[in-house]
């Protein structure tokens, strides 16, 4: 039996360097939205380590896209 139920996107984590390179944004505008609640936060996954989760960073782009579009 196949399973047909939509399979959910893999999970990654993303360093700062790959989120900036992904929204064309500099690491302190990317800090500032954390900071303001327009951008989505970091996981922190050690003592001295924080990652975007990819879901998270395409998710963003996508609301930059519609918004960007609503406003047409």
């Known amino acids: 039996m ?10 990654t984590f ?3 360097r790959e989120v900036c390179r992904r ?5 302190s505008s990317i ?3 954390v900071k303001r609640g327009t ?11 924080v990652r975007w989760t990819n879901t998270s960073v395409d ?3 996508k609301q930059k896209i519609a918004a960007s579009r ?3």
């Open 2 to 11: 196949q399973d047909t139920s939509p399979s959910q996107p893999q999970i």
């Open 14 to 16: 993303l360093p700062l």
């Open 23 to 27: 929204v064309a944004l500099k690491k």
């Open 31 to 33: 800090y500032d939205g």
């Open 39 to 49: 951008f989505p936060p970091p996981v922190r996954v050690s003592a001295r380590a």
């Open 59 to 61: 998710e963003f782009i």
């Open 70 to 72: 609503a406003g047409q």
